[in-house]
């Protein structure tokens, strides 16, 4: 009885090992590949590259130090807990101390007389003070070695007259500028894009005018301007018929 | 950035820093005597960039007008321009408004009276101010708007406007919005402003009732200035205005059931489109306004016609069983078209070529209707109830679909029945038509930014089926 009830149970476990084994490697082998509980096509996530089809600025993150914006609570004070004094003990040998000189402090900076009225700087075609590309064929003002030569007083730089407009091509090209897609060694490299406004906003003539070194950054800093529909018209008050524009795109460091 | 010049110093020595400096002072004699040659080229150059690839809200401050004259009447007109110009401009969606707390005291009228220091300081902190004066002068409603760079101290002025019109309250609304659309354009990078638009949309008489008329009435942007345009009595439905707002299409129910009708805003009367057979409505202009698409069942089962603007012409596209309705173009290339078919038995939003070529399903499941393709042609706005069947809890809401990725955003969240989307001509809003408690008598419609926030009624119930105008 023992022998054909084992040799049975055995045959039985054996049988059931086998289907187990078979039916869990075909569940294997037939969602191979796939995610277990997840048809890719319908996934719905809200995907943050949208944003830039709609042309509205991107929300302001919230300021974690802000105690009100927060949702974080902030920790109650902690009262601290009353410090105990050590009772010397009665044989302790006192340490000896140091004799300390009188730190010694710095003269106080005597204020430098006031100057006298200084005539005005006019600045040369920049905004952004940053590396020179040599002399260029400035409008009203050009920078050698011996000084600043300008014509007259009325014709000022672009860039402090329309300041407003200088900050609006930033921001359009800034936003266009995709810099999830660059290397991480793009970083220490800088590209320079130029291009032209036209009167009524559009562009013309963009070229890499120095390419970086870095792939990537060349080819997003060159799409970035290329995706520019368009800018605002140029500032009324602006005579030419077109401005030259010399664009930098500097990927930050990151950590 | 790095800014390192290393300049490197030779040892001066006489004869050649003198050859230099000759040289030097030649080369910029000659550059300074060819400047006015290079003027006349018209052509300035800036030097700019950026490290970082975002963009932020231009914070902006609205100061109140300074009247001009102290009577009655311009202070009414004042007070109108006043919430206008301010209601268009916090509503822009691109700026970040100084709160009217915030500002310091005392209106400017003019640039002499303006004091930049106090607005670009704490706590207003604003970047660009925006102020005038209003009133009457003689029998005209003059107005004098400047916008002015409170970062740029020494050469603040963007704007400087003079409006002279008749002294109504349609006119210093009218005032307002051409301000505030200037101000959009200088500012908001290059798109202009919206603040002239207008909104046509469906006016429910009588709802719920036997004697139900639907109307098609037109708005403002605002929600201002509501009125009737057209007096069928009977039901109209889904009104399309042309590209350049010369011709309103819309189809109405007449004696040989529903047609395509056609309305000439220039006219002030309906202009003639031929009667066919079948069911015909949701009429969708292309973009150059050369044609029509519509939906007609003139061969038994509803498909996309194409015709020209006058009816003439008329070719069909579609040739699939289940119904297919509201056809809308892609209005910046119109070689697309988004429509409804209701092929896999419910109702699904496709995409096809102009010619028919290509269909494509965009939405996969659900009950999916009233597409509305956005201005730069990326984004396809469309009702959807996502949870539809028996037993399912439904709720209608819109999303917005990307075009050429098929991924989804949902705006709308458990506000009631919302439906029939529509796109302002920036891109940056949307108007729809909801019902909180699914009842047709109840439908508002709403307007919202294009990423949901900034919800907020334009009519009183009654309205349905908007459609903004493309300029």
């Given at each position: 009885?023992?022998?054909?009830?084992?040799?049975?149970?055995?045959?039985?476990?054996?049988?059931?090992?086998?289907?187990?084994?078979?039916?869990?490697?075909?569940?294997?082998?037939?969602?191979?590949?796939?995610?277990?509980?997840?048809?890719?096509?319908?996934?719905?996530?809200?995907?943050?590259?949208?944003?830039?089809?709609?042309?509205?600025?991107?929300?302001?993150?919230?300021?974690?130090?802000?105690?009100?914006?927060?949702?974080?609570?902030?920790?109650?004070?902690?009262?601290?807990?009353?410090?105990?004094?050590?009772?010397?003990?009665?044989?302790?040998?006192?340490?000896?101390?140091?004799?300390?000189?009188?730190?010694?402090?710095?003269?106080?900076?005597?204020?430098a007389?006031?100057?006298?009225?200084?005539?005005?700087?006019?600045?040369?075609?920049?905004?952004?003070?940053?590396?020179?590309a040599?002399?260029?064929?400035?409008?009203?003002?050009?920078?050698?070695?011996?000084?600043?030569?300008?014509?007259?007083?009325?014709?000022?730089?672009?860039?402090?007259k329309?300041?407003?407009?200088?900050?609006?091509?930033?921001?359009?090209?800034?936003?266009?500028?995709?810099?999830?897609?660059?290397?991480?060694?793009?970083?220490?490299?800088?590209?320079?894009?130029?291009?032209?406004?036209?009167?009524?906003?559009?562009?013309?003539?963009?070229?890499?005018?120095?390419?970086?070194?870095?792939?990537?950054?060349?080819?997003?800093?060159?799409?970035?301007?290329?995706h520019?529909?368009?800018?605002?018209?140029?500032?009324?008050?602006?005579?030419?018929?077109?401005?030259g524009v010399?664009?930098?795109?500097d990927?930050?460091?990151?950590? | 950035?790095?800014?390192?010049?290393?300049?490197?110093?030779?040892?001066?020595?006489?004869?050649?820093?003198?050859?230099?400096?000759?040289v030097?002072?030649?080369?910029?004699?000659?550059?300074?005597?060819?400047?006015?040659?290079?003027?006349?080229?018209?052509q300035?150059?800036?030097?700019?960039?950026?490290?970082?690839?975002?963009?932020?809200?231009?914070?902006?401050?609205?100061?109140?007008?300074?009247?001009?004259?102290?009577?009655?009447?311009?202070?009414?007109?004042?007070?109108?321009?006043?919430?206008?110009?301010?209601?268009?401009?916090?509503?822009?969606?691109?700026?970040?408004?100084?709160?009217?707390?915030?500002?310091?005291p005392?209106?400017?009228?003019?640039?002499?009276?303006?004091?930049?220091?106090?607005?670009?300081?704490?706590?207003?902190?604003?970047?660009?101010?925006?102020?005038?004066?209003?009133?009457?002068?003689?029998?005209?409603?003059?107005?004098?708007?400047?916008?002015?760079?409170?970062k740029?101290?020494?050469?603040?002025?963007?704007?400087?406007?003079?409006?002279?019109?008749?002294?109504?309250?349609?006119?210093?609304?009218?005032?307002?919005?051409?301000?505030a659309?200037?101000?959009?354009?200088?500012?908001?990078?290059?798109?202009?402003?919206?603040?002239?638009?207008?909104?046509?949309?469906?006016?429910?008489?009588?709802g719920?009732?036997?004697?139900?008329?639907?109307?098609?009435?037109?708005?403002?942007?605002?929600?201002?200035?509501?009125?009737?345009?057209?007096?069928?009595?009977?039901?109209?439905?889904?009104?399309?205005?042309?590209?350049?707002?010369?011709?309103?299409?819309?189809?109405?129910?007449?004696r040989?059931?529903?047609?395509?009708?056609?309305?000439?805003?220039?006219?002030?009367?309906?202009?003639?489109f031929?009667?066919?057979?079948?069911?015909?409505?949701?009429?969708?202009?292309?973009?150059?306004?050369?044609?029509?698409?519509?939906?007609?069942?003139?061969?038994?089962?509803?498909?996309?016609?194409?015709?020209?603007?006058?009816?003439?012409?008329?070719?069909?596209?579609?040739?699939?069983?289940?119904?297919?309705?509201?056809?809308?173009?892609?209005?910046?290339t119109?070689?697309?078209?988004?429509?409804?078919?209701?092929r896999?038995?419910?109702?699904?939003?496709?995409?096809?070529?102009?010619?028919?070529?290509?269909v494509?399903?965009?939405?996969?499941?659900?009950?999916?209707?009233?597409?509305?393709?956005?201005?730069?042609?990326?984004?396809?706005?469309?009702?959807?109830?996502?949870?539809?069947?028996?037993?399912?809890p439904?709720?209608?809401?819109?999303?917005?679909?990307?075009?050429?990725?098929?991924?989804?955003?949902?705006?709308?969240?458990?506000?009631?029945?919302?439906?029939?989307?529509?796109?302002?001509?920036?891109?940056?809003?949307?108007?729809?038509?909801?019902?909180?408690?699914?009842?047709?008598?109840?439908?508002?419609?709403?307007?919202m930014?294009?990423?949901?926030?900034?919800?907020?009624?334009?009519t009183?119930?009654?309205?349905?089926?908007?459609?903004?105008?493309?300029?």
């Amino acid at each position: 009885m023992d022998g054909r009830f084992g040799g049975g149970l055995a045959g039985s476990f054996a049988l059931h090992a086998v289907a187990a084994t078979l039916l869990l490697t075909w569940a294997y082998v037939s969602h191979a590949g796939q995610s277990w509980g997840q048809a890719a096509a319908t996934a719905g996530a809200i995907q943050a590259t949208m944003v830039s089809d709609i042309p509205l600025p991107p929300k302001a993150p919230m300021d974690e130090n802000n105690v009100l914006a927060t949702d974080n609570p902030s920790p109650a004070p902690v009262t601290p807990a009353p410090k105990t004094v050590d009772v010397p003990q009665p044989d302790a040998i006192p340490i000896p101390v140091k004799p300390t000189k009188p730190a010694k402090l710095a003269d106080k900076a005597t204020p430098a007389p006031p100057l006298h009225p200084q005539p005005i700087q006019i600045q040369p075609n920049k905004v952004q003070a940053g590396e020179g590309a040599g002399v260029r064929i400035a409008m009203s003002s050009i920078q050698t070695r011996a000084g600043t030569a300008s014509v007259d007083v009325s014709d000022t730089a672009f860039g402090a007259k329309f300041a407003y407009y200088v900050q609006e091509i930033d921001q359009k090209v800034a936003s266009q500028w995709y810099t999830t897609m660059l290397d991480p060694q793009a970083a220490g490299h800088r590209l320079y894009v130029n291009f032209e406004i036209e009167r009524d906003g559009s562009v013309t003539h963009i070229q890499i005018a120095q390419p970086s070194g870095d792939t990537s950054l060349d080819r997003t800093g060159l799409s970035a301007v290329q995706h520019v529909d368009n800018f605002p018209p140029l500032p009324e008050a602006y005579n030419g018929t077109h401005i030259g524009v010399t664009f930098y795109f500097d990927p930050a460091q990151h950590p | 950035m790095d800014c390192s010049t290393s300049k490197s110093r030779q040892p001066s020595r006489p004869y050649p820093f003198r050859i230099l400096a000759m040289v030097v002072s030649l080369a910029a004699a000659f550059v300074l005597l060819a400047l006015p040659v290079l003027h006349a080229l018209g052509q300035d150059n800036i030097f700019t960039g950026t490290s970082t690839g975002a963009a932020a809200t231009i914070r902006l401050a609205v100061a109140d007008f300074k009247p001009l004259a102290a009577d009655p009447q311009t202070a009414a007109l004042k007070t109108t321009f006043d919430t206008t110009l301010y209601a268009d401009l916090a509503s822009a969606g691109i700026f970040d408004i100084v709160s009217k707390s915030l500002m310091p005291p005392g209106t400017p009228g003019a640039p002499s009276e303006m004091q930049l220091q106090s607005y670009s300081n704490a706590p207003a902190s604003a970047s660009f101010v925006a102020f005038g004066s209003l009133g009457m002068v003689g029998s005209k409603l003059i107005a004098n708007g400047f916008l002015f760079d409170a970062k740029n101290l020494q050469y603040p002025q963007v704007l400087a406007k003079q409006y002279s019109e008749d002294p109504t309250e349609d006119s210093a609304r009218q005032i307002a919005h051409r301000f505030a659309d200037e101000i959009i354009l200088r500012l908001g990078g290059g798109t202009p402003g919206i603040a002239e638009s207008k909104i046509y949309y469906v006016k429910i008489s009588g709802g719920g009732t036997p004697n139900v008329t639907k109307e098609i009435w037109e708005m403002d942007y605002d929600g201002a200035n509501q009125h009737a345009i057209t007096h069928l009595g009977t039901i109209s439905l889904s009104p399309r205005i042309s590209p350049d707002s010369s011709r309103l299409a819309f189809s109405s129910l007449g004696r040989n059931g529903f047609q395509i009708r056609m309305y000439s805003l220039l006219l002030g009367r309906a202009v003639n489109f031929p009667e066919v057979g079948g069911t015909n409505i949701s009429p969708a202009w292309s973009p150059d306004g050369r044609e029509i698409a519509y939906s007609s069942s003139r061969t038994d089962t509803p498909e996309i016609w194409i015709s020209d603007a006058s009816g003439n012409l008329a070719r069909r596209i579609t040739s699939f069983r289940g119904g297919n309705v509201s056809p809308t173009y892609n209005p910046k290339t119109g070689a697309q078209i988004a429509f409804v078919s209701g092929r896999t038995s419910v109702p699904q939003i496709y995409i096809m070529n102009s010619d028919g070529s290509a269909v494509q399903q965009m939405t996969d499941g659900g009950y999916a209707t009233s597409p509305s393709w956005s201005p730069n042609g990326q984004v396809i706005a469309f009702a959807w109830d996502r949870k539809y069947g028996p037993g399912a809890p439904g709720g209608q809401d819109i999303y917005v679909m990307e075009a050429a990725t098929k991924k989804w955003i949902q705006l709308t969240h458990d506000g009631g029945r919302c439906d029939f989307p529509s796109w302002s001509p920036d891109g940056r809003h949307i108007v729809y038509a909801n019902s909180a408690d699914g009842r047709e008598a109840h439908t508002r419609i709403w307007t919202m930014l294009a990423d949901g926030s900034q919800r907020r009624p334009l009519t009183g119930p009654g309205a349905d089926m908007p459609n903004w105008s493309w300029k």
